[in-house]
């Protein structure tokens, strides 16, 4: 006996499943078996092809939503970066004005500690001087010499010119001990005068 065949429809695979059901009823044996087998077979894989169908469109969903937020951090890195290359710029920046105004601070120290240490030892040797001219006028008090009044007017201009080129130097203890010297001039001649009358 010749077997019919029947081209399978071009209908959904629960169509084609349910006909190679309905044929392995029709026939026996190992060919109804076979057709039974194909039939659970063809179910099987066409679960399997939904579940990957819908595994692959997850897969896609998430695909999508990983370079989506890919881009938004890659935006963010990007802005993240600018701002730590400006902020890289503004340390740079400040941490050469804050050397520019250390080595300034350190050098206007050095030039101060170097002007008081200068001062200090100017000072002692005035003090010195100032010490040698006391003795000078209390010996010269001790001992009183006659001067022409003339030298002692010479002698003060010349305490008066002296003065003045230590003002102009800004030398004021120069100054002061020269007015002071002028000074006792000036008492020695008033005291002639008034010796006169």
């Known amino acids: 006996m010749s077997a019919t065949v029947v081209p399978l429809p071009p209908n959904p695979s629960s169509e084609t499943i ?12 190992r060919n109804g078996e076979m057709l039974l ?6 179910e099987s894989l066409a679960q399997r092809a939904m579940s990957a169908e819908r595994l692959y469109h997850e897969q896609q969903v998430q695909s999508m939503r990983s370079a989506e ?12 970066v600018g701002q730590i290359a ?3 710029t503004q340390l740079a920046e400040v ?48 001992t009183v010499v006659s001067v022409p009044i003339e030298v002692l007017r010479l002698a ?11 003002a ?8 002061a001990m020269s007015e002071i010297g002028g000074f006792a001039i000036d008492q020695a001649l008033t005291t002639k005068k008034a010796d006169k009358t």
């Open 18 to 29: 349910d006909f190679l059901r309905r044929m392995a009823s029709m026939v026996s044996g």
């Open 37 to 42: 087998r194909a039939a659970a077979l063809i």
């Open 69 to 80: 937020l890919r881009e938004a951090a890659e935006l963010a890195s990007d802005a993240m």
């Open 86 to 88: 400006a902020l890289r």
């Open 95 to 142: 941490t050469a004005a804050a050397a520019a105004e250390r080595a300034a601070f350190e050098a206007e120290r050095g030039k101060l500690l170097g002007l008081m240490t200068h001062a200090e030892s100017h000072i002692g040797k005035l003090t010195g001087e100032l010490e040698t001219l006391r003795a000078s006028v209390d010996s010269f008090n001790e």
């Open 156 to 166: 003060r201009t010349q305490f008066d010119y002296l003065s003045s080129g230590f």
């Open 168 to 175: 102009r130097n800004s030398d004021v203890i120069s100054q």
